[in-house]
């Protein structure tokens, strides 16, 4: 599958509802991808124990460009999880569809392709105004499945559509009930969920959650669920307890900026400094929320020459081998590795840390981040790829290639790597963390 042209905020999207002009980044596939009730300040106590590790679900495999909506699903379904123990599979296919809508009503198909890129301030609105639904009450056909073909061949058909089909005049791409009926034809939407989201929403989404159902209830016959009803675990940035609050408070409302979302426990996106002493403040920062289980979402560079058969991103690789394919990716930290921990040497990964003061060491100027282990969406077990993984599924950016630089090159048109237009670039590019940290 052809690595999109994925450049960092460069690509354009049209905002939800056309309030704004946003940005978003593609999403690097790998290479041979193919389809196949509320609870307010509930306290739980301190962190009391702490992990090396954020406790996620299971690893899934996108088979489109759309990690982004993977990663801020994994995010979702790992807060949920420290909240209840409850093993959610949210569908990132229900998200896909109201990412489309959106762009498609609202002019963001200038090609004739619905563009799959974005951001988590982008998933984070569209959570806000459409909800989630559970795959199994989406598309019960992929609840056990890994990797979604009705997102490959949806993603087909919306672009045969746009091209040369009901949808390749700009007239009926503002037809909301005409991109609506396109869309459940080509995610296989059956009969009646098509009518759930009639009924919520309107034939031509006349109706959205943040609006028309702040003070009623959704229907009891209908799957689609708001922010407000995911249970979740999040730190209180005043008093440091853990609080069982909603996925609502998460994701906060949108803010002035079209990536800032507002609201006492909103996570917000926070782009990586240029300077040795920032970084390692930085640094600092997310260790600090994956200690206390917050699952942090991380936008960085692909390059696939840098990634080694025991699943690491080296510089060293990199720099023997040249630029490859590139582009952008959005995965969820699950945990990392440094050395010259004062009084404690190296704290490995994968190895469960109960030492608070250990812990607290680590976070100190002199302690070296080896690297940042991150759930990623290429799917689990894959000898094909990288045969040597220590957790298939996971993959570890070693911190010299974060730091870079490395070289970021220009597409042919064919799509290969132009090795001859490239410049200097940092592959690390933001992370998204809570208030507090």
């Known amino acids: 599958m052809a690595i999109l042209d994925l450049l960092k905020k460069t690509l354009p999207l049209v905002a939800l509802f056309g309030s704004t002009?946003?940005?978003?980044?593609?999403?690097?596939?790998?290479?041979?991808?193919?389809?196949?009730?509320?609870?307010?300040?509930?306290?739980?106590?301190?962190?009391?124990?702490?992990?090396?590790?954020?406790?996620?679900?299971?690893?899934k495999r996108q088979s489109i460009g759309n990690c982004w909506l993977y990663a801020t699903a994994s995010w979702m379904e790992a807060l949920h999880k420290a909240a209840t123990g409850e093993e959610l599979n949210v569908s990132e296919s229900y998200l896909t569809y109201w990412d489309w809508f959106d762009k498609i009503t609202n002019g963001g198909v200038s090609d004739g392709k619905v563009p799959t890129g974005g951001t988590y301030a982008t998933a984070a609105e569209l959570?806000?105004?459409?909800?989630?639904?559970?795959?199994?009450?989406?598309?019960?056909?992929?609840?056990?499945?890994?990797?979604?073909?009705?997102?490959?061949?949806?993603?087909?058909?919306?672009?045969?559509?746009l091209t040369t089909?009901?949808?390749?005049?700009?007239?009926?791409?503002?037809?909301?009930?005409?991109?609506?009926?396109?869309?459940?034809?080509?995610?296989?939407?059956?009969?009646?969920?098509?009518?759930?989201?009639?009924?919520?929403?309107?034939?031509?989404?006349?109706?959205t959650l943040d609006r028309s159902y702040k003070t009623r209830k959704v229907p009891a016959t209908v799957k689609v669920a708001r922010a407000r009803d995911m249970v979740v675990t999040l730190k209180s940035p005043t008093s440091g307890k853990m609080l069982k609050k909603t996925l609502q408070d998460a994701i906060g409302a949108r803010g002035s900026w079209w990536n800032e979302r507002e609201g006492t426990y909103a996570w917000n996106e926070v782009d990586?400094?240029?300077?040795?002493?920032?970084?390692?403040?930085?640094?600092?920062?997310?260790?600090?929320?994956r200690h206390?289980?917050?699952?942090?979402?991380?936008?960085?560079?692909?390059?696939?020459?840098?990634?080694?058969?025991?699943?690491?991103?080296?510089?060293?690789?990199?720099?023997?081998?040249?630029?490859?394919?590139?582009?952008?990716?959005?995965?969820?930290?699950?945990?990392?590795?440094?050395?010259?921990?004062?009084?404690?040497?190296?704290?490995?990964?994968?190895?469960?840390?109960?030492?608070?003061?250990?812990?607290?060491?680590?976070?100190?100027d002199s302690a070296k981040i080896s690297f940042l282990r991150i759930k990623n969406s290429w799917g689990a077990y894959r000898p094909d790829r990288?045969?040597?993984?220590?957790?298939?599924g996971y993959h570890d950016l070693m911190l010299p290639y974060l730091d870079g630089?490395?070289?970021?090159?220009?597409?042919?048109?064919?799509?290969?790597?132009?090795?001859?237009?490239?410049?200097?670039?940092?592959?690390?590019?933001?992370?998204?963390?809570?208030?507090?940290?």
């Open 165 to 207: 089909g009901a949808l390749k005049d700009r007239a009926a791409r503002q037809d909301r009930a005409l991109v609506r009926a396109e869309l459940d034809k080509a995610f296989g939407v059956s009969a009646d969920v098509t009518a759930q989201l009639d009924r919520v929403f309107g034939k031509g989404v006349t109706k």
């Open 405 to 437: 630089p490395v070289k970021k090159c220009a597409e042919t048109a064919s799509g290969a790597t132009d090795k001859t237009k490239c410049s200097n670039h940092t592959p690390l590019w933001d992370v998204v963390l809570p208030p507090g940290y």
């Open 292 to 364: 206390d289980g917050q699952p942090v979402i991380i936008s960085w560079f692909v390059d696939f020459n840098a990634l080694t058969s025991d699943a690491k991103f080296s510089k060293d690789a990199l720099d023997k081998l040249g630029p490859g394919r590139q582009g952008g990716h959005m995965t969820v930290l699950h945990d990392y590795e440094v050395t010259d921990v004062p009084g404690f040497g190296t704290l490995k990964a994968g190895v469960e840390e109960t030492r608070p003061e250990a812990l607290e060491a680590a976070l100190s």
């Open 127 to 161: 959570i806000n105004r459409y909800g989630w639904m559970r795959e199994a009450d989406f598309l019960p056909r992929e609840a056990e499945e890994d990797m979604s073909a009705a997102q490959s061949r949806a993603e087909s058909a919306i672009n045969a559509a």
């Open 272 to 289: 990586y400094p240029t300077t040795p002493a920032a970084r390692r403040a930085f640094l600092t920062r997310v260790p600090r929320a």
């Open 21 to 59: 002009t946003t940005f978003g980044l593609g999403c690097a596939s790998n290479v041979g991808d193919e389809p196949e009730p509320v609870v307010v300040d509930d306290e739980v106590g301190a962190t009391t124990d702490p992990v090396t590790e954020v406790s996620h679900t299971k690893v």
């Open 386 to 392: 990288w045969a040597e993984a220590v957790i298939p």
